[in-house]
């Protein structure tokens, strides 16, 4: 009966000391991986969920892409969140009729984790099924695309990243609203 006892106590203390380890060590993630935890905090305020491992991939990406072109981890974080929820294989597409034929048809503008528009696709001539399909091309020619608005504009606008998604005055300050939610 003692032995029991005892056994049950050391199970109780074994299993206390994991739960505190396990808390410690998600408290240090978000020191070691910031981004990893903007991610999920991010999907958390849409009330949605994100795979810690396709998290932690996508974090790693970002990382990557940020220091080879230059731009903040941070701000590209916010800017993926709103563009596509964090989705690789995000489209947006929409309806209408062919003008020649008044056949119902779909053109999809925006692809990937970036949402990169068709126009940028074809004047960088990005692969767009690569966009919908590896993580690490998307989120590299997004980053590129980002880091050619900032050579161009930075030296003149703080919000120079609001061309990413409009030029127009109007629609890039509701873009700088709806990105700053994932600050």
Known sequence: MRI?????VLLFAFIYNLSLSNAADNDNICLRHPIFCKIIENKERVNETIDRKYAMDLSNSIYKAC???NIDSILYTAILAQESRYQLNAMNCVKGLNKETHEKTTVCLDFGLGQLNIRNIIRYDIDTRRLLTDMDYAIDQGAKILSRFKKKY??????YW?????????????????????F
């Open 154 to 159: 930075a030296h003149k606008e703080v919000n």
């Open 4 to 8: 029991k006892l005892i056994m049950i």
């Open 162 to 182: 609001s061309r990413y998604n409009a030029s127009s005055q109007i629609h890039r300050r509701k873009y700088e609203e709806l990105v700053s939610r994932f």
């Open 67 to 69: 220091r080879k072109w």
